[in-house]
């Protein structure tokens, strides 16, 4: 089973990457985040062609989450269970051949110590309350997406500048500590140990170019599912290509 997460900035804008990553790379489940459409104006034909189910949880220029899959998936939460955030399409979860899959677009926090900020810290709290109520530990579960945190000083191109910065302070890592602390395991560590390994580059100053990027889209395992994982890597190619997104796949694969 192969399942990979992906913030693709605008599905309508990069839907010619979408098609042609899927193609080639043919997962069994992809997270997306930052959809940016609707759901009646999700391409849901397109993607049904290349045998794919769609479960999307989408708002209009902003946010907006989905799971693809091969098979249908079971159990589909969109957002927070009795909390109405029409605003604020960034939580979608289902079931897929018997693993939770939590896909997520934790929010950016804009500047550290801003409203918005707190708004994040606020989100990621409640996101480990939703595990500590909904899910056992000793199931397979998965949690993905764009958590707009860069978890430690290795993931990140320059961290004396980031220091204190949005998605490298103190207070969002150790928000997503308490989160990962919950029964999770980081995929991508478990197979790469070395600094310089990235998933997200700004456009400006030519950062992909110069590998100055933050990594801070993620797959998480419960332990039972961690057992399985054969490989995890960020496939950097289609930000080499033309139009891209700002973030780069991350596929994890399971025996």
């Known amino acids: 089973m192969k399942i990979a997460t992906w913030n693709v900035n605008s599905i309508i804008a990069r839907l010619p990457h979408l098609t042609r990553w899927l193609d080639s790379v043919q997962p069994d489940v992809l997270c997306l ?28 220029s902003y946010n907006g989450v989905a799971i693809l899959s091969r098979g249908e998936g079971e159990n589909a939460q969109r957002g927070y269970p009795g909390v109405e955030e029409a605003t604020h399409a960034r939580l979608l979860s289902a ?29 990621m709290r409640r996101l480990r309350s939703f595990f500590e109520t909904r899910y056992q530990q000793t199931n397979p579960i998965l949690l993905c997406g764009d958590f707009n945190v860069a978890p430690e000083d290795r993931d990140v191109h320059n961290p004396q500048l980031w220091q204190e910065r949005i998605m490298c302070s103190q207070a969002e890592r150790e928000a997503l500590a308490r989160i990962k602390a919950w029964g999770f395991d980081d995929c991508f560590r478990r197979h790469h140990e070395e600094a310089g390994k990235f998933s997200w580059w700004d456009y400006r100053a030519g950062a992909f170019r110069r590998n100055h990027g933050l ?21 950097i190619e289609p930000r080499t290509w033309e139009r891209p997104s700002d973030h780069a796949p991350v596929v994890a694969e399971f025996g």
């Open 215 to 235: 990594r801070i889209d993620h797959i998480w395992t419960s332990a039972s599912l961690t057992a399985s994982n054969l490989n995890t890597w960020i496939d």
């Open 95 to 123: 079931r897929f051949a018997g693993v939770d899959i939590v896909n997520v677009y934790i929010p950016n926090g804009q500047a550290v110590g801003s409203e918005k900020f707190e708004f994040k810290l606020d989100w």
């Open 33 to 60: 985040q930052e959809t940016k459409c609707t759901d009646d104006k999700f391409p849901v034909d397109v993607l049904r062609e290349r045998g794919y189910s769609c479960i999307t949880f989408g708002q209009q």
